[in-house]
């Protein structure tokens, strides 16, 4: 068995398996990202449920391997030099799986930086746009009698689902034919920012076209599925 001794994360949420892949998450839009790509990968993993509601990301334990305080990090017992690995951030997880892999990462190197720059798309604009936009519609924002943030990410919520329309015209996936990081990343924000949020109406989504087919696709596939229920809440 590894030794995982050395992350201190393990002392509130033991290993029941230290030799394979260990994930603290909760399904939120970021969470799934991390393990649907273990679903869609195969790779043996342990998830541990990490409850935001009850502050967990802020115990000194789960800090001592995400100092930022975020779902979802991870441990790779096997990591690039054989021993263990510590992750955080979503997109360099599903970086990380795909170098680990050989999945969902193109080989190319034009198709792979390509790639990446998608999943830089997600991460810098995509996610926080959509979570203010859920915050100001949904959460304590909407009491905020100024109406002016939440028109603001309204806005700009209707521009990014643009480019994503721009973009799939003519593909099936981010990266055309081929299903990649770049629409694991962005698929479950869009779920949610329809579902979760309620916020369709508001971004006129029913207006794209594009993208709503390609969400339809990818949540048709079954380690999509899988994925979006992991780690299972109480």
């Known amino acids: 068995m590894a ?20 994930l603290y998450s909760l399904p939120t839009p ?24 009850e502050n967990e990301t802020w115990t000194p334990e789960f800090l001592s391997l995400n100092p930022n305080g975020k779902i979802p990090a991870i441990i790779d017992p096997d990591g690039p030099d054989g021993t263990p690995i510590g992750l955080f951030e979503s997109g360099a997880i599903l ?18 930086i390509e790639t990446i720059q998608w999943v830089y798309f997600q991460m810098a604009a995509i996610g926080p746009i959509f ?13 905020i009698e100024d109406k002016r943030p939440l028109t603001r990410y309204v806005n700009e919520s209707k521009r990014l689902l643009g480019v994503l329309e721009t973009r799939l015209e003519g593909r099936n996936w981010i990266m055309g034919d081929e299903y990649t990081i770049a629409d694991i990343a962005i698929l479950g924000w869009v779920r949610n920012l329809t579902g ?15 993208v709503p087919a390609w969400l339809e696709r990818g949540l048709a596939r079954p380690a999509v599925q899988r994925g979006l229920n992991i780690p299972a809440r109480d």
């Open 196 to 210: 979760f949020y309620e916020a369709g109406d508001l971004v006129e989504y029913d207006t794209l076209s594009n």
């Open 95 to 112: 970086q990380y799986l795909a170098e680990k892999t050989g999945k969902f990462l193109p080989s190319d190197p034009v198709k792979r």
């Open 30 to 53: 970021n969470g799934v990202k991390v393990s649907i790509m273990l679903e869609e990968t195969g790779l043996e993993y342990e998830p541990h449920l990490i409850n935001i509601g």
């Open 3 to 22: 030794d995982l001794s050395a992350f201190d994360i393990t002392k509130r949420w033991p290993a029941k398996n230290s030799d394979i892949i260990q």
């Open 131 to 143: 979570g203010q936009l859920g915050f100001f519609h949904k959460f304590a924002g909407k009491e």
